[in-house]
Every structure is written in C-alpha cells, then in structure tokens.
C-alpha cells in the first residue's frame, strides 16, 4: 500500500524568504504521480504542481519548485519569495497512473507566511 | 461550469437525521471522486465514478454511506442516520484524466449535533 508523510505540522517563514516542506512516501511502484495541493480557508484544494516520477528534471511552476529524488522517495516543496497569500494547509499527494481513482494525502502542513 | 461546485457549504444536522450533498464536476469530466477530510487531516479517499458506474466504493466507511451518480454528471453523497464521527468537510473532484490532478469544489462543512 502507498503511504504518504508529511513530518512538519506547522511552520511559518517571513514574507519574501524561502520555505521548504517535507514529503516522503512509500511505494513499489516504479511510474507514478506526485501533488502539492494547497489549501486556504476557503477549502478548495488548489494544485500548485505535479511530478511525474519517470522525469529526472525536477517540476518547477513560477516561486514553486520540488525537489524530487526519487531514491529516497521525498518530494519536497519549495516556495521562494513568500508572500501572505501563501498561507495556507499544504497537502503532498501520491497516484499511480494504474489506479488513478485512489489519489493519496500526506497529513498536511500548515504554512504561516508573516508579514 | 468553471469549477467543481458543492452544496451545501455547511450542514449541520441533528444526530440521526438523513443528509444529502450535491456536487456539479466540471463539464465533461468523465471522473468524479469523494473525499472525506477530518479536522486537522488530509482527505481520504470515499468512492469513485467513471461516468454514471461507480466503479470504487471502498473507501465508504459504512453502509450508511451512499453516493450516486445517475446521469453521469451531478453526484449525491447521502449520510443515513448520522452520527458524530461523521462530522467532517466532505470534498468532491472531477477530473478528465486523473494523471494531471483533480480538480477540487470548496467542500462542504457538516457538523453532526
């Protein structure tokens, strides 16, 4: 079964510095997907990026980028230049393209960006 | 429509009671997914639809969980005689394919009283 850990409950960063969140799973999959979804008070889970796991370059959306190293199975998440509007719950998630109705989540963590 | 759209946003309902929650994919999108998601927790996986088949409803934590989706767009999650533990945000996503990430409504808040 495919497991996804999220380690860091909670962390904060200054406005205009650089986080960066944990994300380990666990798997015997060779091809498969890996998310961050971000997730504000409103609720809606928003896709910030997507790794595809047989690609070596790691994915990169304007301040998001992941670190992808898929020997130790850790996809981490780093945002630059932190702005308020990226406080939120971030959420790892991990789907194999043979079973892509069953889209696992890590715990989540809650990023606090302070002005 | 734009997004996922989900109603009600909140529900509370007296411990016992029947509720029913609607969620509107995305035009065209082909998969339909529930999601329950606990206080300070990720969503977990509920049941899924490929058009109007359900084709995984493992996930459902009881038999007092029933989802629908008889034309193959509109969804209903219905709760029968619920309970505290069924308190949650419960997340709707509709996608085309799955492989590029689900697209997601607010959810909608119930509250078990």
């Known amino acids: 079964a495919q497991t996804v850990t999220q380690s860091q409950p909670e962390m904060s960063v200054q406005e205009a510095e650089t986080v960066t969140l944990s994300c380990t799973y666990d798997?015997?999959?060779?091809?498969?997907?890996l998310f961050w979804y971000k997730q504000p008070p409103s609720r809606q889970m928003i896709l910030v990026i997507r790794?595809?796991?047989?690609?070596?370059q790691n994915a990169t959306e304007n301040r998001f980028s992941v670190n992808f190293q898929k020997a130790a199975k850790s996809f981490s998440l780093k945002i630059s230049d932190s702005q308020l509007g990226d406080t939120a719950m971030y959420f790892c998630?991990?789907?194999?393209?043979?079973?892509?109705?069953?889209?696992?989540f890590g715990a989540g963590t809650r990023l606090t960006v302070k002005p | 429509g734009a997004g996922v759209s989900q109603s009600p946003r909140y529900k509370v309902a007296k411990r016992g009671q029947d509720v029913a929650l609607r969620c509107d994919p995305i035009?065209?999108?082909?998969?339909l997914f529930w999601y329950q998601q606990a206080l300070g927790q990720g969503p977990e996986f509920l049941t899924y639809?490929?058009?109007?088949?359900?084709?995984?409803k493992s996930g459902l934590p009881s038999d007092r969980f029933f989802a629908e989706r008889p034309e193959g767009s509109v969804s209903t999650l219905k709760i029968q005689r619920t309970q505290q533990e069924d308190s949650a945000v419960y997340l709707c996503?509709?996608?085309?394919?799955?492989?590029?990430?689900?697209?997601f409504g607010s959810g909608t808040r119930l509250t078990v009283v």
């Open positions: 790794q595809e796991a047989y690609k070596q």
């Open positions: 639809f490929q058009n109007e088949a359900q084709l995984d």
């Open positions: 998630a991990f789907m194999t393209p043979y079973n892509n109705n069953d889209m696992r």
């Open positions: 798997t015997s999959e060779n091809n498969y997907y």
């Open positions: 035009s065209g999108h082909v998969s």
């Open positions: 996503a509709s996608s085309i394919t799955g492989n590029y990430g689900y697209t």
